[in-house]
């Protein structure tokens, strides 16, 4: 398969656990954030969004957390299953461009095992 | 669902040759993105679209260029194409909204150039 990062910190968990993927970001000023997953030779697949007047946002087996005062941000994947197994990035718009325009993190990739 | 479509998935050209790659949506939105992505370097904005025949640069538009004919296909284009220009190019598309929406991504090009 084609690989996005050679260097990406990984997260191994067993099938079944839960997942907490973790994202930093530097802009104070960024109001909406979303989570990508990236499988092998394939595009970024939209997961989930949440805005900067929410702190939670649920979906399905997915679950998005915003701290603004740490400028934090995480994804929480229940009951990882081997299809979860791909590159996970978040991406932030700045809120200073006047455009929608998204700045993208290089990414974390989880490896779940049978 | 959005279907982003790019017309190769990989592509080998040779230095100077002038390059195309196409992006069409069938989903009617207003934005169009084109995206480079490198080993731990993340995506990196080239150019993007908000209408017909609008065109804005992004953080790294140098050697590229763009076009958007018709709402649905954007294209981009590498005028002299060089070594450095060897990525993976990936083109998203988004509605146009009050307030912020997500990209929805192709399956990216792989582009070689020799």
């Known amino acids: 398969g084609e690989s996005v990062g050679l260097h990406l910190p990984t997260l191994s968990v067993q099938e079944g656990d839960n997942s907490i993927i973790n994202c930093a970001y530097s802009?104070?000023?960024?109001?909406?954030f979303i989570w990508y997953k990236q499988e092998s030779g394939k595009g970024p697949q939209f997961i989930i969004d949440i805005r900067s007047n929410m702190d939670k946002r649920q979906g399905q087996r997915v679950t998005v957390l915003l701290n603004k005062t740490v400028k934090h941000l995480s994804l929480q994947i229940a009951a990882t299953q081997p299809g979860d197994s791909a590159v996970y990035f978040c991406a932030e718009n700045p809120g200073n461009t006047g455009f929608q325009k998204l700045v993208f993190g290089t990414g974390t990739r989880l490896l779940v095992s049978p | 669902d959005v279907k982003v479509t790019q017309s190769s998935r990989y592509l080998v050209k040779r230095t100077g040759e002038k390059v195309f790659l196409e992006c069409v949506q069938d989903m009617d939105h207003e934005n169009m993105f084109w995206y480079r992505q490198d080993p731990g370097l993340g995506l990196r904005l080239i150019y993007f679209s908000y209408d017909v025949k609008m065109k804005e640069k992004g953080d790294i538009p140098e050697g590229y260029s763009v076009s958007r004919e018709k709402k649905e296909r954007f294209s981009l284009i590498l005028e002299s194409a060089s070594t450095n220009q060897t990525s993976m190019y990936l083109c998203?598309?988004?509605?146009?909204?009050?307030?912020?929406?997500?990209?929805?991504f192709g399956d990216g090009t792989r582009l070689s150039i020799l």
């Open positions: 802009n104070s000023a960024s109001d909406y």
């Open positions: 998203a598309s988004s509605l146009l909204g009050v307030s912020n929406q997500p990209q929805h």
